[in-house]
């Protein structure tokens, strides 16, 4: 596979989707959360949310968006990627049936030396709700290793 240059910038296409009530209490039962605004309507409602809480965690950059994106308009070899880092920022709450749309960007690339060396690519993600207000920043970093 030939690597074609990687310039900071580089986006991908614009996402939209709906987060699913279902996806939602799925993966706060997956990892054991047991506050009830993460899997109840109503008693995050009582509390004073829209509806169910997505939890921390819970949004992913390509979990709106083709996961297949990401390697083809990054040049990235999935056979040589792993998943680096993960860290999310939250600005608002995300509940499930908000729509959320947004677009993730190369904000970094570099480079490491050694006996395993490896291309680091950051890649940012804001995601914005229906009112188009900033609700979270995740940032991904992929290690790809060259040959």
Request: hydrophobic share 45%.
């Amino acid at each position: 596979m030939t690597v074609l240059p990687r310039s900071l910038g580089l986006v991908l296409p614009p996402f939209r989707g709906i987060i699913e009530l279902v996806k939602v209490v799925e993966y706060a039962q997956a990892v054991h959360i047991k506050n009830p605004i993460h899997f109840d309507r109503k008693f995050a409602i009582a509390a004073g949310f829209r509806g169910v809480v997505v939890p921390p965690g819970f949004l992913n950059p390509f979990s709106l968006q083709p996961r297949s994106a990401k390697f083809d308009v990054y040049n990235i070899d999935e056979k040589k990627a792993l998943a680096g880092e993960w860290t999310w920022e939250y600005f608002g709450v995300v509940c499930a049936e908000d729509e959320l749309h947004g677009q993730s960007v190369l904000v970094e690339v570099s480079e490491k030396s050694g006996k395993r060396p490896m291309n680091i690519l950051k890649i940012e993600t804001k995601y914005l709700n229906q009112e188009e207000q900033v609700v979270a920043i995740v940032t991904d970093v992929t290690l790809e290793f060259k040959d």
